[in-house]
């Protein structure tokens, strides 16, 4: 790999020196946590699957099934859907369509257009 032509400390002592065009931000200033409370039924109902985002199917009344979806946190498209819940079944993924999931749920979005959320969707996973 090439390297570049100067080099800064990080301010991070395991990380050591950085290119001296790059910065060091806290992962918390590069996103900011929505809780966005539907208030109303209507919506698709996300699950946060191992496989991504679903869209729940009610009929069925696989899994377990909520009283009031109303209570629901809403989900845009682009945004981060984080079930932390559950070491086995907890994931994260990155919303294709508006919906509602649960709202012990993180729902997520970046800070700025300069951040790569499919890179972070990647080291996320």
Same mark, same amino acid.
């Not at 806290?26 to 496989?51: C, M, P």
């Given at each position: 790999?090439?390297?570049?032509?100067?080099?800064?400390?990080?301010?991070?002592?395991?990380?050591?020196?950085?290119?001296?065009?790059?910065?060091?931000?806290?992962?918390?200033?590069?996103?900011?946590? @929505?809780?966005?409370?539907?208030?109303?039924?209507?919506?698709?109902?996300?699950?946060?699957? /191992?496989?991504?985002?679903?869209?729940? @199917?009610?009929?069925? @009344? /696989?899994?377990?099934?909520?009283?009031?979806?109303?209570?629901?946190?809403?989900?845009?498209?682009?945004?981060?859907?984080? @079930?932390?819940?559950?070491?086995?079944?907890?994931?994260?993924?990155?919303?294709?369509?508006?919906?509602?999931?649960?709202?012990?749920?993180?729902?997520?979005?970046?800070?700025?257009?300069?951040?790569?959320?499919?890179?972070?969707?990647?080291?996320? /996973?």
């Amino acid at each position: 790999m090439q390297r570049y032509q100067s080099y800064q400390q990080s301010g991070v002592e395991w990380l050591g020196e950085i290119p001296a065009d790059w910065e060091t931000r806290k992962l918390r200033h590069l996103f900011q946590i @929505n809780k966005r409370i539907a208030g109303e039924l209507g919506y698709d109902v996300f699950s946060i699957t /191992q496989r991504g985002i679903r869209i729940r @199917n009610l009929k069925t @009344n /696989q899994g377990q099934v909520a009283s009031d979806y109303s209570k629901y946190q809403i989900v845009m498209p682009g945004d981060f859907a984080m @079930n932390h819940m559950d070491l086995l079944t907890g994931f994260i993924d990155i919303a294709k369509s508006k919906g509602v999931t649960s709202p012990d749920y993180r729902v997520f979005t970046a800070t700025t257009k300069e951040i790569d959320t499919k890179y972070f969707l990647y080291l996320f /996973q």
